[in-house]
C-alpha cells in the first residue's frame, strides 16, 4: 500500500484541492454578493471546479514505477478502485462544501454531481491517453458545453448531455453523471491507464 502512494502524485493532488478548494470558495462568494448576477451565475464554479478536480484525481493514478508495482501488488487494480474512491469523495465534500448557498440549484448537489461525472470521464479516457493527458478531452467537453448548452432550464435529453451546467435538483443530470463515474470508475480501475506503449496493471 505504501509503496503504491509513494509511486503517485498524491501530494499534488492534494495541494490541487487545497487551491481548488479555496478558489471556488471566493469565486462563488464574490458572485453571490454582486447584485447584478443570480443563482445562475455560480454556473463557471460548478463547472470548472469539478474539472480541476478530475484532472487531479485521475492524474494522480499516474505512476512513476509501473513495473515496482507489478512485481509489489497482484491485485492493483483494487488498490486503483479505493484511490479513485476515497479522492473523489475527499474532493466532493471539500469542494460541496464551498457552495453551501441553494443547494438544489447550482450549489452543493450540483458541484458533487459534476466532481462524480467528470471523473468518471477522465478515468474512462485514461484508459486510452493515460492519466496525464486525462483531463484534455474532458476540458474540452467542460468548456464546450459550458458555452454551447442552452441556459433554459431543460429535461430529458438535453440535460443528459449538458448535465455540468444544470441544476444539482435535475434527475437527468444525475444519471448522465452516475453512470459516466459508475463505468469509468470500473474500467479505469481494472484496466489501468495507458501508460506509453503499455497499461499499468
Excluded at 509501473?66 to 475527499?90: D, F, K, M, P
Excluded at 486510452?128 to 476540458?139: D, K, N, S, T
Excluded at 448522465?176 to 484496466?191: D, K, Y
Aim: aromatic share 12%; glycine share 8%.
Amino acid at each position: 500500500m505504501m509503496l503504491y502512494a509513494r509511486t503517485r502524485g498524491l501530494f499534488t493532488a492534494l495541494a490541487t484541492l487545497i487551491g481548488t478548494a479555496l478558489a471556488a470558495w471566493w469565486f462563488a462568494e464574490w458572485l453571490i454578493d454582486t447584485p447584478r448576477f443570480g443563482a445562475s451565475a455560480r454556473v463557471p464554479v460548478i463547472a470548472m471546479a469539478p474539472l480541476l478536480a478530475a484532472a487531479a484525481i485521475v492524474g494522480s493514478l499516474h505512476s512513476c514505477s509501473s513495473e515496482i508495482e507489478e512485481t509489489a501488488a497482484r491485485w492493483i487494480w483494487l488498490y486503483r478502485a479505493g484511490h479513485l474512491a476515497i479522492a473523489t469523495a475527499i474532493y466532493a465534500v471539500v469542494l460541496g462544501a464551498t457552495v453551501t448557498i441553494d443547494h438544489a440549484a447550482f450549489g452543493t448537489y450540483a458541484m458533487v454531481r459534476n466532481i462524480l461525472g467528470f471523473t468518471g470521464m477522465a478515468a474512462l479516457v485514461s484508459i486510452l491517453i493515460g492519466a496525464r493527458l486525462a483531463w484534455l478531452p474532458v476540458m474540452i467537453y467542460g468548456t464546450t458545453t459550458y458555452l454551447v448548452a442552452p441556459r433554459e432550464l431543460h429535461s430529458g435529453l438535453t440535460a443528459a448531455w449538458a448535465w455540468p451546467i444544470q441544476q444539482g435538483s435535475e434527475p437527468a443530470a444525475w444519471w448522465a453523471a452516475m453512470s459516466l463515474f459508475a463505468t469509468g470508475i470500473s474500467a479505469g480501475s481494472w484496466l489501468g491507464p495507458a501508460q506509453g506503449l503499455h497499461r499499468d496493471r
